[in-house]
């Protein structure tokens, strides 16, 4: 007879429990948007001098940037709460989950700084430049056979395969997430975009009949990746919750910039791009219909202003309150990655168009 309860009870749960992004009290959410400040002396948000403050905003009330209480070394906040469900299931072959990232996240023990770690890095970076370049792209997707979500962030090797840490590294500099619920029937589109990408997946699982539905996302698990025409692919990503989210994806034959190329006239509008940005600039031109702007100085929401060196986040914003986009993304504005693949994913929505078009302190003009 317990037995029986115990069963009744644990069915019940695993149909009520499905997978999604996860607010700031672990509560589902449809999805939600981060902003990571830089280190620097500031009280709010709390962590910020350490590095690991910042800025949260969700579905509930789209626009609303707010400093959150617990930072990011934190395991009470939105993004660990969504990746500990992968986390406290991790055995469960049943569950189709990838995690990517261009820096590859080190083991708990590797983190350490010592010279062998730092030689150890100095020969693998070597080793991957003469290999195939992967996409300059960082996520995580995690599906059950019903719902998921799809976390696109910016902060290397983050997150570790087996438990949550929010790693040194991605602490000087300003980082950002979104993060995306959606219902099964969309995986196969995401499997399109990441078979663009060409990620570089430090973990996996897809199970078998999951394979079978979703044959873009099979290819990229078996590790290959599009070449060939064509070379973009934008699609349009519904969120369980009803949100369209415009994917931009480009494969690493696209050789031009993902901003001015493909998202700018795609979206009809001029944009400010925000990336990280050392060497191997773009040059500015001012003939384009829809012009893209490197974004100089950034002030998000109480803190102090700060300059584009201090942010490695990828954000797009268009400049029209006609054509409300913003961006959040993996790539960044350098001719460099040009022969990279990677994305964008651009959310139209006046309230977070408003909030982030505020964050641009600086940028550049024709
Ligand atoms: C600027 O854009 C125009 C229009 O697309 C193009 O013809 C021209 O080659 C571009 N100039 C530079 C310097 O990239």
Redesign the pocket.
């Known amino acids: 007879m317990e037995k029986l309860l115990a069963l009744i009870f644990f069915g019940y749960i695993s149909v009520v429990c499905s997978i999604s992004c996860k607010d700031q009290n672990n509560k589902d959410v449809d999805w939600f948007i981060t902003y990571k400040m830089p280190k620097q002396a500031d009280s709010s948000p709390p962590g910020i001098a350490n590095g690991v403050g910042f800025y949260y905003m969700d579905s509930n009330l789209a626009g609303d940037l707010k400093p959150s209480t617990n930072d990011l070394s934190s395991s009470d906040q939105a993004i660990a709460y969504t990746l500990q469900q992968y986390y406290s299931q991790q055995s469960n072959s049943d569950l189709f989950h990838v995690m990517y990232n261009d820096e590859m996240a080190a083991s708990l023990e590797e983190k350490s700084g010592s010279a062998w770690g730092w030689l150890k890095e100095k020969v693998k970076s070597v080793l991957r430049s003469k290999a195939v370049e992967y996409g300059h792209t960082k996520g995580v997707v995690f599906f059950d056979n019903d719902a998921g979500y799809w976390l696109v962030h910016s902060v290397p090797k983050f997150p570790l395969s087996d438990s949550y840490v929010y790693p040194d590294n991605g602490m000087i500099y300003a980082q950002s997430m979104l993060c995306m619920s959606f219902k099964y029937s969309e995986l196969s589109k995401i499997g399109t975009q990441l078979y663009y990408n060409h990620p570089q997946i430090y973990s996996s699982n897809l199970p078998t009949s999951m394979a079978a539905d979703n044959p873009d996302l099979a290819k990229v698990i078996g590790g290959q990746y599009k070449s060939g025409a064509p070379y973009s692919s934008t699609l349009d990503l519904t969120t369980a919750g009803g949100t369209t989210f415009k994917s931009f994806a480009k494969s690493a034959d696209f050789n031009q910039d993902l901003y001015a190329s493909l998202v700018a006239p795609t979206l009809k509008t001029p944009l400010d791009v925000e990336t990280w940005r050392r060497g191997d600039e773009i040059?500015q031109?001012c003939?384009?219909k829809y012009g893209v702007q490197n974004v100089e100085d950034m002030k998000v929401g109480t803190s102090t202003t700060f300059k584009y060196t201090k942010d490695h986040s990828k954000v797009g914003i268009s400049t029209q309150a006609s054509a409300p986009y913003t961006c959040i993304g993996d790539i960044n504005r350098m001719t460099s990655q040009f022969v990279r693949g990677g994305g964008t994913i651009c959310i139209n929505n006046a309230a977070v168009w408003t909030t982030y078009f505020q964050m641009i302190a600086t940028a550049d003009s024709c």
């Open positions: 040059p031109n003939s384009l």
